[in-house]
């Protein structure tokens, strides 16, 4: 069964940083490309980071590049999001999610549908 399970979210003030974790199990997880995909309170998802299963390289939606790095640990399974720079405009649910095929094509962020796998989601809430 295929798990995808976030932490680290919390409350932050403007400026501060979080990390996010996502502990994956139940598949091959250096195989396949994962995203990072937001939700903000009120509005629909919004695809926020990418990284490739082999080459590790990463992709960022232009709200948050600079700001936020993505990596992975293939070794521990794991999915993580460095989230720094912090804005309110950053308050949303972060879920984790697995690429359906692999890795996608270049040329901008998989549609959503491609992703088969979700996490529950972690909350990041920033206000002062």
């Known amino acids: 069964e295929v798990q995808l399970v976030e932490s680290g979210g919390g409350l932050v003030q403007p400026g501060g940083s979080l990390r996010l974790s996502c502990a994956a199990s139940g598949f091959t997880f250096s195989s396949y490309a994962m995203s990072w995909v937001r939700q903000a309170p009120g509005k629909g998802l919004e695809w926020v980071s990418g990284?490739?299963?082999?080459?590790?390289?990463?992709t960022y939606a232009d709200s948050v590049k600079g700001r936020f790095t993505a990596s992975r640990d293939n070794a521990k399974n794991t999915l993580y999001l460095q989230l720094n720079s912090l804005k309110p405009e950053d308050t949303a649910v972060y879920y984790c999610?697995?690429?359906?095929?692999?890795?996608?094509?270049?040329?901008?962020?998989?549609?959503?549908?491609?992703?088969?796998?979700w996490g529950q989601g972690t909350q990041v809430t920033v206000s002062s």
């Open positions: 999610a697995k690429y359906a095929n692999g890795d996608p094509p270049s040329g901008g962020p998989p549609p959503l549908y491609k992703y088969d796998y």
């Open positions: 990284i490739n299963s082999g080459d590790g390289s990463t």
